[in-house]
């Protein structure tokens, strides 16, 4: 079933070819596939783009190192007990449903026009995912295997080593997984408004402003790649380390 | 021989709904006494109550010289109590790292019991990739490897096809023979009851009571060849008659 993966993306790219080629749409706004990766190609290969790409990878995996740091282990306090996690569930749910960007101006007060602002931010929307799925999976842990070492006169400490701590990882993986998605769109965002003169939400926005619209297109391109094997390297972790998940 | 476990004047109501009332049961010291009833005759509830998993309305429970560290339980759904992410052997040795004991002692421990058991399976695979009869005795190994004095078991064999459930039944005697510990079985199948136990306790439905006490006395390890004998037929029988009187058949 492997090889159908590929289809999906080689009937996009033809269609975005043969829209190219009728000129369904000006040719200034859409440049052909083949003119964009040859584009993004030359980015790469001159290495002109990778100062860009790597202060967005800097910063994306710092807020998202930060978020894993706080939100693991308050999460995973939160969910040992759920009169707590009930008292703040409304105010993770709060925030976790107010968009990171419209609190950005609140960072850029308190961090200040720098990139600690736009790491705050991302770190905080990330880390609010990581702290919600954690807790989660802590408080839908199998209560059988609870009882069963309980009987066994296994100590609070030992059940939530040896348990509850096991039994929240795949809920706090999915949590990892979309924390560090959330991340790489904050911080893309942030890059693109304020404050900072290197970074792909930045090269995406001077390109357009400066109609280099192959560039903008090759851009955007490079930033779903990178999203895509963000993505695919926690899936792979979650596959070797979670072998038992759901088993 | 003494008493072990013994309840006096047991009270236990769920939602309004009574199912002991002045509920009296006793087990002896190093015996099997198995207890056989209709569904919702409270069976589990019996074995929850004396074990501290449910509270008691009231009436009186006790088990001789209790210690959770020399008591195991043996749930129906085992497949959901053992550890998925951890390895087969440590999922045996589980109950020995809680109480502190050294990596030899449970190498120790676990190798006593892989020979009894006679379990061939890569020990360090995961209990997922077992069938559910080795899962099975995985979870009686987790269980018995404390060498428990006070053993609760809870319908073990409901789940396993015949050549695995005698299978069991056997080294379940094996261990029995080897450790003497004061076991309570709850079956559905009469056939397992007088196969294992010294003494069969006949259930009724809701409020239970005690119907019959049926002892069993045939000589220890009960063989595949114990089940076809005239006396095994008698007592099965003796258990039916038992049976009969609780249910509208």
Known sequence: ?247 | MSTAISAVNLRKNFNNIEVFSDFNFTAEEGKITAIFGPNGSGKSTLLNILSGVTEKDSGEYKIENFNLLQFSYIFQNYRESLLPWRTNFENVALPLEIQHKTKNEIKERVAELQKIFELKINWDGYPYELSGGQQQILAFMRALVTEPKILFIDEPFSALDYENNLFLREHLQKYYLSFKPTIILITHNIEEAVHLADKIVVLSKKPTKIIDVISNSLPYPRTIQSLKIEEFHKIKDKVLTAFQQVTNL
């Open chain 1, 1 to 247: 079933m492997k090889k159908y993966i590929i289809i999906g993306p080689i009937v996009l790219i033809l269609i975005w070819a043969v829209v190219a080629k009728l000129q369904l749409i000006d040719k200034f706004f859409l440049p052909s596939p083949w003119v964009t990766l040859v584009e993004l190609w030359k980015l790469i290969i001159t290495g002109s783009i990778l100062p860009d790409l790597f202060a967005t990878l800097e910063r994306v995996i710092i807020s998202f190192i930060i978020a894993v740091i706080l939100g693991i282990p308050l999460g995973l306090w939160l969910g040992r007990s759920e009169k707590f996690y009930r008292s703040l569930e409304f105010v993770i749910d709060f925030f976790r449903s107010t968009p990171a960007t419209a609190l950005f101006p609140l960072f850029l007060l308190i961090f200040g026009i720098t990139d600690n602002s736009k790491i705050a931010v991302a770190a905080f929307a990330s880390m609010l995912i990581i702290i919600f799925n954690t807790a989660y999976g802590v408080m839908q842990a199998k209560k059988s295997r609870v009882l069963a070492a309980r009987i066994m006169g296994a100590s609070k400490h030992q059940i939530f080593k040896w348990i509850l701590f096991w039994e929240s990882l795949p809920q706090t993986f999915i949590g990892l997984r979309s924390a560090i998605s959330l991340a790489l769109v904050v911080i893309i965002v942030t890059e693109m408004f304020i404050g900072t003169n290197i970074g792909l939400g930045r090269k995406i926005i001077d390109s357009q402003i400066t109609y280099e619209i192959p560039t903008m297109y090759a851009v955007i391109l490079l930033t779903g790649i990178i999203g895509y094997l963000l993505n695919l390297l926690f899936s792979l972790a979650e596959r070797k380390f979670l072998h038992w998940s759901g088993k």
